[in-house]
C-alpha cells in the first residue's frame, strides 16, 4: 500500500483566492510527522510546513496552514491568498517513528496560479 | 541562511561514461540523503549516511552507483557506467538529528543535479 497519497495531479486557482492540496497517509505507528514541500520548475524541494502526529493543534506558516484529520489519515495544505509564485509541484511526505529513516513521499500536485 | 550545497547544477553525458556529484549539507546536520527525481514522480531514496555511515543504501543500484561520505561532511554520488535511464533529478538532502525523535526532523534540500544522459 502506499505510504503517502495525493491524488490531485493538477490543480487550478485563481489568484488571491484560496486552495486545498489533499494528502492521506497510511501508517500503523502512532508516532509520525508529515511534511509539506514546494517544487519549483527550478528543481529545489522547499520545505513549507510540519505537522507531528502528536500535535494538537494544526499546523501554520503564514500563508500556508495544515488541514491535519488524524482519524482519517488526511493531511491537507491549504494555501490562502494564492500568488502566481505558489505555481509548482507540492509534495507531501511523512516519517514514521522514533528511528524512522524512511522519508516517503507522494507523487505531488501541480499546482498552476491564474491571474 | 544554511543551505545545502551541490554541483554541478546541471551535467550532459553521453551512456557509458562516468559521472559525478558533490553535496555538502548544512553545517553541522548528521544525515545525508542522496535521492532520484524522475521527471513527474516523487523523489526516490538512493542512500542515507549517517555521520559517515551507510545507513539505508537499499535502493541504490550497486553495480554501476556508489556513494560516499568520507569525512562525514560532504558527499559524492558516482555513476559508472551511465544509462539512458538514468537521466533524472539527483537531490542531496540533510537533516540535524541523528535517529532521534526522527519524526520530526526536517530535512533539507540542495537544488539538485539535473542529469541528461545521450
Known amino acids: 500500500a502506499q505510504k503517502i497519497t495525493q491524488t490531485q495531479p493538477g490543480m487550478f486557482v485563481q489568484e488571491k483566492e484560496a486552495v486545498t492540496l489533499d494528502c492521506t497517509y497510511d501508517?500503523?505507528?502512532?508516532?509520525?510527522?508529515l511534511f509539506w514541500y514546494k517544487q519549483p520548475s527550478s528543481g529545489e524541494m522547499i520545505f513549507l510546513i510540519y505537522?507531528?502526529?502528536?500535535?494538537?493543534q494544526n499546523a501554520t506558516e503564514g500563508r500556508y496552514s495544515l488541514n491535519f484529520q488524524k482519524a482519517r489519515k488526511s493531511a491537507n495544505l491549504v494555501i490562502s491568498a494564492s500568488q502566481l509564485g505558489d505555481s509548482a509541484m507540492y509534495f507531501c511526505?511523512?516519517?514514521?517513528?522514533?528511528?524512522?529513516?524512511?522519508?516517503?513521499f507522494g507523487t505531488g500536485t501541480s499546482l498552476t496560479v491564474i491571474p | 541562511e544554511a543551505e545545502v550545497a551541490q554541483s554541478p547544477r546541471y551535467k550532459i553525458t553521453e551512456k557509458s561514461q562516468a559521472v559525478a556529484f558533490w553535496c555538502d549539507p548544512i553545517?553541522?546536520?548528521?544525515?545525508l540523503y542522496w535521492y532520484r527525481q524522475i521527471l513527474g514522480q516523487g523523489p526516490e531514496l538512493l542512500v542515507q549516511?549517517?555521520?559517515?555511515?551507510?545507513?539505508?543504501d537499499s535502493q541504490l543500484p550497486k553495480d554501476r552507483f556508489s556513494a560516499e561520505r568520507l569525512k562525514g561532511v560532504d558527499s559524492t554520488l558516482k555513476i559508472q557506467p551511465a544509462e539512458l535511464g538514468d537521466s533524472a533529478m539527483y537531490l542531496c538532502?540533510?537533516?540535524?538529528?541523528?535517529?532521534?525523535?526522527?519524526?520530526?526532523?526536517?530535512?533539507?534540500f540542495g537544488p539538485g543535479t539535473r542529469l541528461t544522459v545521450l
Open positions: 538532502a540533510s537533516s540535524l538529528l541523528a535517529g532521534v525523535l526522527a519524526r520530526t526532523d526536517t530535512q533539507y
Open positions: 501508517t500503523s505507528d502512532p508516532s509520525y510527522g
Open positions: 505537522q507531528g502526529s502528536y500535535d494538537q
Open positions: 511526505a511523512m516519517r514514521e517513528g522514533f528511528t524512522g529513516n524512511q522519508f516517503y
Open positions: 553545517s553541522g546536520h548528521a544525515t
Open positions: 549516511f549517517q555521520d559517515e555511515s551507510v545507513v539505508d
